[in-house]
């Protein structure tokens, strides 16, 4: 007997079901069907496609075949998503292969963890560039290769990016070719004529003019030069612009600027405020800070510390819309590098009219918050206020006064503040204290200060951290969290700080990383919290791998982003955190205190959706996006500077410490913060392994050279283009 086919029910829409558009019919009938793919004219009859439809039918296929989102094989289609096909961005490319990074889906963040990129085998990337939107095939995954990455081929491009990007002129015998500075590490051929008086070794902007079938086939042509490569402030010119960096304020922007700048501080608002002009404020930044957005002043009794952060009220001038929130939204963060800085905001608000600078009456945000003794928030209330600042404290002064070491002239100039100065630091240090309590990490950051002549560097100094800049950092901190729970208290539409538990994928590296090291990491398998990640940092705290340690637990965490969903702070250990201390350098903050303000005015709640309900979440975005591009750009440029200066010290040796071990090498850190590469070819000769991850290991000889290690290195080669430092054996 003849065994009985079974056929899939057909799809069948409801009587309804005609009302909706032809894009959302296609879909029902497609996710009915699965992984199965549909002939297309059984697709148009079970989505009761109308004859009068019957273009708009062809013409949307075509458009969801363009974007990725279904699979075309002949005269069939089916969901790309249900084919293991996914949407993603080529994010970084060699010579041999490429990664993408899947794009979300509607209504979800930005992807920024690296361990979702998919690995593209050169061969299967049909020429796809940097920047380009592809549709990539998610190759099947083995168990044992659950801890690398997901492995793909590009099944088509969705999108070319055909944005410019910067590179070095190479001279060759078979003519003049660009070698990427970043995204992509080949040479790509400049067409002929397309030089437009470029040099050899010149750092140049390009664009392509032709894209072959393969990398090697694309053509470029020059459209910006920008001048000698080995200059570490023309490599900076060129890092700006290869992230589209906006440098110049338009005439529109300016305007408004100045004509806030000559209107001043409208005496008729400062009735509508609390007068704080009587109470001691005053700001603490560094000495040569020019924009002062925040300023501090701290009382107490026996039962209560009452601790006021006051920030400039920007959004009083910065009105939504207005030319100049435009540009700030477009740039999303002040962006700082070397000597320079890129800000959010013209200088005739963030130096001029928003900086509260002293014995100069300033509108203000502040946040009013009463602390028990033990730094337990007890209550805090947000007000429109005034102040007028009684000084500019600079952190070294105060560090001074706190250290004893204060001279006259100083203790002079901060005579009235001093007794509040040291309440300060005892607040400070308290609040220090519950954070650490808590499991917060203490991740320690090596950050320099570049000493720059006539736009060449001249020296690398250490930027210190003493007992000011800590106290600021925690009432900066303590403000945060309270604009965030007022937020959630009373369900505000917001731009939240929020920061993910690392994905389990890092975890699983660091783990075997500590283990090969013998350092207790059995913690991190099981649900790790924060306090795990504080107890290996404390664990090593003033051994030789630390700096080790520390590097990998930062590559370890996910990146903080904001976001209008609140799911706390997983490095703070907080439920609720926002930016709400920096609105002249900062969008985000910027765009809360607007909501604030609207709350504090007695806006309904239903409006303050309605206004800010669809703002949020592509605010949000916007900003995780533009702080990513500016943290890039400092670090770009400031690698350029440290290949700049180390070129000055051809052939001298140093002594660092090793940070990090590779296959082709291992990187070694100076006390000057700049890391260079000791590559695999450069060392004795020798049969050399990489032992486990930790350390490289040479079998005939016995040698070895772990994370950790002090070495003695001699400064080889830099490139000051590339930002790279090599070095040899000393």
């Known amino acids: ?75 069939s289609v089916v969901l790309s998503n249900s084919q293991g096909l996914v949407q993603a961005k080529i994010v970084s490319l060699n010579e041999k292969f490429g990664f993408a990074r899947p794009e979300p889906k509607e209504g979800e963040a930005p992807v920024t963890d690296r361990s979702q990129d998919i690995f593209l085998p050169g061969r ?53 070719f660009l070698r990427p500075d970043r995204l992509m590490r080949f040479l790509l051929e400049i067409e002929k004529g397309g030089l437009h008086g470029a040099k050899d070794g010149d750092k140049v902007l390009v664009k392509i003019t032709r894209r072959g079938d393969s990398h090697f086939a694309h053509q470029v042509e020059v459209i910006n030069t920008f001048g000698q490569a080995q ?58 800070s020019k924009d002062l957005d925040d300023a501090v002043s701290l009382e107490r009794d026996e039962d209560h510390w009452y601790l006021g952060v006051h920030i400039a009220d ?44 002293p014995d100069e009456v300033r509108l203000t945000f502040s946040a009013l918050i009463t602390l028990k003794p033990s730094g337990e928030i007890e209550g805090f209330r947000f007000v429109k206020s005034y102040i007028r600042s009684r000084v500019k404290g600079v952190y070294s002064e105060i560090n001074s006064i706190l250290d004893q070491t204060a001279s006259p002239q100083i203790l002079e100039k901060y005579a009235q503040l001093i007794p509040q100065i040291k309440w300060m630091q005892q607040l400070a240090q308290i609040l220090r204290a519950r954070r650490f309590d808590r499991g917060a990490m203490n991740i320690s950051s090596n950050e320099s200060k570049f000493v720059i002549e006539n736009g060449r560097i001249k020296d690398i100094l250490p930027r210190p951290t003493g007992e000011s800049e800590r106290m600021i950092e925690e009432f900066m901190l303590t403000a945060n969290q309270a604009a965030a729970t007022l937020a959630m208290e009373q369900e505000l539409p917001f731009i939240y700080r929020v920061h993910e538990q690392p994905p389990v994928i890092k975890i699983n590296l660091l783990h075997d990383l500590l283990t090969r090291l013998n350092l207790p990491a059995q913690r991190l398998l099981e649900n790790p919290q924060p306090k795990d990640f504080s107890d290996i940092l404390e664990g090593v705290r003033g051994t030789e791998l630390e700096p080790a340690i520390n590097g990998q637990l930062l590559r370890t965490m996910s990146k903080a982003i904001y976001s209008e969903k609140n799911i706390g702070h997983f490095g703070l250990v907080l439920d609720n955190y926002a930016h709400f201390t920096s609105p002249i350098r900062r969008y985000p903050d910027l765009a809360i205190h607007r909501i604030l303000s609207s709350y504090l005015a007695g806006s309904p709640k239903e409006k303050l959706k309605k206004r800010y309900g669809s703002f949020v979440p592509a605010a949000s975005k916007n900003a995780s996006q533009m702080e990513q591009n500016a943290m890039n750009i400092e670090r770009d440029c400031e690698d350029c500077y440290k290949a700049e200066y180390m070129s000055g010290f051809i052939g001298q040796s140093f002594t660092g410490r090793i940070t ?71």
């Open 314 to 357: 920007v959004s009083h001038y910065v009105r939504q819309g207005s030319p100049l929130d435009l540009e700030a939204y477009r740039r999303g963060t002040s962006i700082y590098y070397a000597d320079q800085v890129i800000p959010m905001l013209p200088k005739e608000l963030s130096n001029g009219i928003c900086s509260l600078n």
């Open 660 to 730: 990090g071990v590779t296959s082709f090498g291992f990187f070694v850190e100076l006390e000057n913060s700049v890391e260079g590469l000791v590559s695999i070819n450069d060392l004795p000769v020798g049969d050399y392994q990489l032992e486990e991850g930790i350390e490289l290991k040479d079998s005939l000889s016995g040698n070895f050279y772990r994370i950790g290690q002090s070495q003695q290195v001699t400064v080889a080669s830099v490139d000051v283009s590339a930002g790279q430092v090599n070095f040899t054996l000393a």
């Open 1 to 75: 007997m003849a065994r009985k086919l079974h056929r899939k029910r057909p799809f069948r829409a409801h009587a309804g079901f005609t009302r909706m558009d032809v894009k959302s019919r296609i879909l029902r009938v497609l996710r009915h069907q699965k992984e199965e793919p549909i002939g297309i004219r059984v697709l148009e009859i079970q989505a009761q496609i109308k004859r009068e439809e019957h273009a708009a039918f062809l013409e949307t296929l075509q458009q969801m075949e363009e974007s990725g989102e279904i699979w075309r094989r002949k005269n």
């Open 231 to 288: 200059l570490a402030q023309v490599c900076c010119q060129a890092v700006l612009a290869d992230y589209n960096a906006r440098t110049e304020f338009d005439e529109q922007t300016l305007a408004q600027a100045r004509k806030i700048e000559q209107e001043g501080v409208p005496l008729s608002e400062l009735s509508d405020r609390m007068d704080l002009t009587g109470m001691d404020i005053f700001t603490i930044d560094s000495a040569d």
């Open 124 to 176: 299967f990337m049909q020429g796809a560039m940097p920047g380009d939107l592809v549709l990539v095939r998610i190759q099947p995954q083995k168990k044992q290769d659950e801890n690398h990455s997901r492995e793909g081929s590009v099944v088509r491009i969705l999108q070319e990016n055909d944005a410019a990007f910067t590179g070095v002129v190479v001279r060759q015998p078979q003519g003049y």
